[in-house]
């Protein structure tokens, strides 16, 4: 079957780092995506993975591991606005597109 | 990225009638998706809109009941036909160019039912 996994929610402290987990199973991978989606908004891209490894974007940094159907998004220097719902996506290279449902983060002052 | 302009943005409907959300692109794009997200859950892929013939749907979904257009590649449109409360929830569509790429979002359409 195909499922994607990460935690309901989490909370963290302003300025403080906190990593959201994310494990699949898929027939069929051809990247991991990870967005970001406030409340009431869209959903707003922020990486895509697609080898193994550390991919870094300024405060946000993401990690794939293919053999162990493993990712994660790290956020450092947490701000205020970045509490928001963070999903998981998987791609096929048949436009099958799955996502997780998603980990909320509330960051606290 | 390419901008995508969704309508409407929100919409209060009675039970029974039927409501056509518009997805327009200001490029052309190969793959254009709908998608449903009900409160506090993830996305849920209603279908995939193909240019110049038939949606794609997913389990769970069908022609009936959420009717797709896509006449052209910028351009789409869902129904969600003979509306009931369970339908209330936010609509969304994305298009992408190859599965390499990420989707890209529209504002969304908070549809509620009464």
């Known amino acids: 079957g195909q499922n994607i996994d990460q935690p309901t929610e989490m909370t963290a402290t302003e300025g403080a780092i906190v990593q959201i987990n994310c494990t699949y199973q898929?027939?069929?991978?051809?990247?991991l995506f990870w967005y970001q989606q406030h409340a009431g908004e869209a959903p707003t891209f922020l990486s895509y993975?697609?080898?193994?490894g550390l991919e870094e974007k300024g405060r946000f940094s993401s990690f794939l591991s293919r053999s162990k159907g493993y990712s994660y998004l790290l956020l450092k220097e947490l701000q205020m606005k970045d509490s928001a719902s963070y999903l998981c996506g998987t791609t096929s290279g048949t436009y099958k597109y799955i996502f997780g449902t998603g980990t909320r983060l509330k960051v606290l002052a | 990225s390419a901008v995508i302009s969704q309508k409407p943005s929100r919409d209060i409907c009675q039970r029974g009638t039927s409501l056509t959300i518009q997805c327009q692109v200001d490029?052309?794009?190969?793959?254009m998706f709908w998608y449903r997200q009900q409160p506090g859950q993830s996305l849920t892929l209603i279908a995939t809109a193909n240019q110049g013939s038939e949606a794609t749907y997913e389990s769970g979904f069908v022609i009936d009941k959420f009717p797709i257009s896509r006449p052209n590649l910028t351009f789409s449109t869902l129904t969600v036909s003979n509306m009931s409360p369970e339908d209330s929830s936010i609509y969304l569509c994305s298009v992408t160019d190859n599965s390499n790429q990420p989707q890209h979002f529209g504002d969304g359409t908070r549809l509620s039912i009464l």
């Open positions: 898929t027939s069929g991978f051809n990247g």
């Open positions: 490029s052309q794009v190969t793959m």
């Open positions: 993975n697609v080898l193994d």
